[in-house]
């Protein structure tokens, strides 16, 4: 099921009786004050007609089962502790349910087109392994380069100038929609290499310590809990 970032606020506005705020990485264009509230009153009509088209509003203007069930996912998108953001293509919110396992998932699949899911953190390990081939079990262990297996400085210019053909995956995370950590793992020819974004630092790491740091980030539920809690 593909949402256009109009029904995606449509469904906001339905979790909350109306609209609250922006979505958390997902934000509307800035705008004046004076502007707002007619770029406001455009987008939910295009996004109730959207959900219309896709069979989430039925014939009486009403919300399907169907609907409600998305809304609730992005609610719980919205009001979560923690998320990550990677690659600019996957928005998570982390842990959401009361045994710490989900993630809520919105992934941008095109222009102005948008999966919203809820999937196992394992699940989800396994959707970014999957589109990054260096993180794959084929690829042979490497260890840190000895030169450089402590962080220094290192600017984002120079980075570009030498790395920007490297494969690397970037994710960013939050707590409290307050960015936390920013890191790009960087598969270079001479060694696996972490670049810190908010310090502008730079290290190489083993491949374990990069697995480490992905799961970490991503917050995967892989130790299983020792109490049920059932909503």
């Known amino acids: 099921m593909i949402f256009t970032l109009e029904s995606l606020y449509a469904l906001h506005m339905l979790n909350y009786n109306g609209y609250s705020e922006d979505l958390f ?69 982390q842990l959401v349910d009361s045994n710490r396992w989900y993630h809520i998932v919105i992934e941008k699949v095109d222009k102005n087109a948008y999966r919203l899911d809820r999937i196992h953190s394992f699940q989800f390990l396994g959707t970014v392994i999957k589109e990054h081939l260096f993180l794959s079990e084929k690829i042979p262990e490497r260890d840190p380069n000895p030169a450089a297996a402590e962080w220094r400085t290192y600017s984002e210019e120079r980075l570009i100038i030498y790395y920007r053909k490297a494969p690397a995956l970037r994710i960013t995370s939050y707590s409290g929609q307050n960015k936390s950590r920013d890191y790009l793992y960087l598969n270079a020819p001479s060694a696996i290499y972490q670049y810190d974004v908010l310090e502008q630092r730079i290290r190489s790491i083993s491949t374990d310590e990069l697995k480490k740091e992905i799961i970490n980030q991503l917050k995967v539920r892989i130790q299983p809990c020792q109490k049920l809690v059932f909503p």
């Not at 502007?35 to 039925?58: A, H, N, R, T, Y």
């Not at 996912?73 to 923690?82: D, P």
């Open 25 to 93: 990485l997902l934000p509307l264009p800035e705008l004046t004050d004076e502007e707002k509230p007619v770029q406001l009153k455009q987008i939910l009509e295009k996004g109730f007609s959207d959900l219309q088209s896709m069979g989430l509003i039925d014939e009486n203007s009403e919300p399907t089962t169907a609907c409600m069930a998305k809304a609730v996912y992005l609610q719980k998108y919205q009001e979560a502790y923690s998320h990550c953001e990677v690659d600019d293509k996957y928005f998570c919110a």
